[in-house]
């Protein structure tokens, strides 16, 4: 694997389809990754502080799979929401940190990738460890590499703008801890964004638009429906 000597462009989103992403089942996983490829995607200017922060290996991330009966469990609350979801009708989508992993554990989209995200959810707040490979957001650009990162957070939803709020209470990103009066102008970059990309996908705009209240509550993720 080689390492491109010329700063790579910032990726353009794609706009492909989030599948269960959009409807909700991974929130929290694509909050991870957007916002680790909106910071990936600010600091392309400085390629050697971008080869800086990141690693020639992955971040050693937890992994969890709680078998065919978690898995089928959680795949059966997604249908009854999505169902709910297309047919208007008012509806709440509970799921705990070991079912949000079961599902990442299966989603091709991460195991084809290489990606690595394992999240925990407690205390009203979500933390994720994420390992992303450098290829997936330099457009192919710097490869071999890893963007190792974690980062805990809140979650809200301002109902009558149909916006998704991510409350940041940290993000460390390899061995470099963004400080903390940093984190306001990271979010309010990165909220934009992440709800552009929700509102440009079927299944994440009829999440929004239907959504009354977003949270972390009782270590689990709750969507609740009009």
Do not use: W
Not at 33 to 52: M, T, W
Not at 79 to 100: C, M, P, R, T
Request: glycine share 8%.
């Amino acid at each position: 694997m080689s390492v491109s000597t010329q700063p790579p462009p910032a990726p353009a989103p794609k706009k492909s389809g989030l599948g269960c992403l959009g409807c909700g089942c991974l929130i929290l996983a694509l909050l991870a990754v957007l916002f680790l490829a909106l910071v990936g995607a600010g600091i392309y200017g400085v390629y050697s502080q971008f080869i800086a922060i990141t690693s020639t290996v992955p971040l050693a991330v937890p992994a969890f799979d709680g078998g065919d009966e978690m898995y089928n469990t959680a795949k059966q609350k997604l249908s009854d929401f999505d169902h709910d979801l297309q047919n208007h009708v008012a509806a709440k989508l509970e799921l705990s940190g070991d079912e949000i992993n079961t599902l990442i554990a299966r989603q091709p989209a991460f195991t084809q990738s290489k990606t690595l995200l394992y999240v925990s959810v407690a205390n009203n707040e979500a933390t994720i460890q994420l390992s992303l490979p450098t290829g997936l957001i330099s457009d192919g650009y710097v490869t071999g590499r890893y963007l190792n990162a974690t980062s805990s957070f809140g979650l809200d939803l301002d109902a009558d703008n149909k916006t998704l709020m991510p409350d940041l209470h940290d993000l460390q990103i390899g061995e470099k801890a963004m400080p903390k009066n940093t984190l306001p102008a990271l979010q309010s970059e990165f909220t934009p964004v992440l709800n552009g990309l929700l509102q440009g996908d079927p299944e994440g705009k009829l999440v929004l638009n239907q959504a009354k209240s977003i949270r972390i509550e009782n270590d689990e993720l709750v969507i609740e429906t009009q």
